[in-house]
Antibody, heavy 122, light 108 residues
Framework: QVQLVQSGAEVKQPGSSLWISCKAS????????VNWVRQAPGRGLEWMGG?????????HYAQNFQGRVTITADKSSSTAFLELSSLRSEDTAIYYC??????????????WGQGTLVTVSS | EIVMTQSPATLSVSPGERATLSCRAS??????LAWYQQKPGQAPRLLIY???TRATGIPARFSGSGSGTEFTLTISSLQSEDFALYYC??????????FGGGTKVGIK
């Protein structure tokens, strides 16, 4: 059973960029898709985008984040990365990586990272 | 974008009773629907996929049904560890993948 371990909590200044890692253990990402989902305080789940590892790194992003978000992955280390730029206070949230078991976005999330709390504040 | 709407927002149930949670899609998602459970301070956990297939290790008291636009998650006899937030998610049409707003199941 794959487990996903994310990097630690961060405090960021408005206008700066965020970079979070997500490493798979007990398995790999090889034939799957890595997604990033965020949850603002007291709010629901919001999908940000996905990286289809099996398709040479094809990415799809939610329109809400287009131009600000980049998702990448390093197959050799089974690690995925989220970069979010031009941070604002509304980006304060817990960010989760989540794996879809197939090389396709038409799938559920069968493994989740523990979450990374990001606080955007001056 | 497919909008997922869950009802009720809050459900109060006594231990041992049945809980029925609803999820409606703004257009058909066929059976491409998953359910997740989230407890305070924890990441979501997959319960159901394909609208009705239990994920590995999920107890049989959890069951999912429905297709098209109307879906139901039933917890047949609530245990203390089942009091949590529940989310539905469609993966039929993307981007974006979308979640419902959640149903909080609390102790009556």
């Amino acid at each position: 059973q794959v487990q996903l371990v994310q990097s630690g909590a961060e405090v960021k200044q408005p206008g700066s960029s965020l970079w979070i890692s997500c490493k798979a253990s007990g398995g790999t990402f090889s034939n799957s898709t890595v997604n990033w989902v965020r949850q603002a305080p007291g709010r629901g789940l919001e999908w940000m985008g996905g990286y289809i590892i099996a398709l040479f790194g094809t990415t799809h992003y939610a329109q809400n984040f287009q131009g600000r978000v980049t998702i990448t992955a390093d197959k050799s280390s089974s690690t995925a990365f989220l970069e979010l730029s031009s941070l604002r206070s509304e980006d304060t949230a817990i960010y989760y990586c989540a794996r879809s078991p197939f090389g396709d976005l038409s799938s559920w999330f069968d493994a989740w990272g523990q979450g990374t709390l990001v606080t955007v504040s001056s | 974008e497919i909008v997922m709407t869950q009802s009720p927002a809050t459900l109060s149930v006594s231990p041992g009773e049945r809980a029925t949670l609803s999820c409606r899609a703004s257009q058909s998602v066929s059976n491409n629907l998953a359910w997740y459970q989230q407890k305070p301070g924890q990441a979501p956990r997959l319960l159901i996929y394909g609208a009705s297939t239990r994920a590995t290790g999920i107890p049989a008291r959890f069951s999912g049904s429905g297709s098209g636009t109307e879906f139901t998650l039933t917890i047949s006899s609530l245990q203390s560890e089942d009091f949590a937030l529940y989310y539905c998610q469609q993966y039929y049409n993307w981007p974006p993948l979308t979640f419902g707003g959640g149903t909080k199941v609390g102790i009556k």
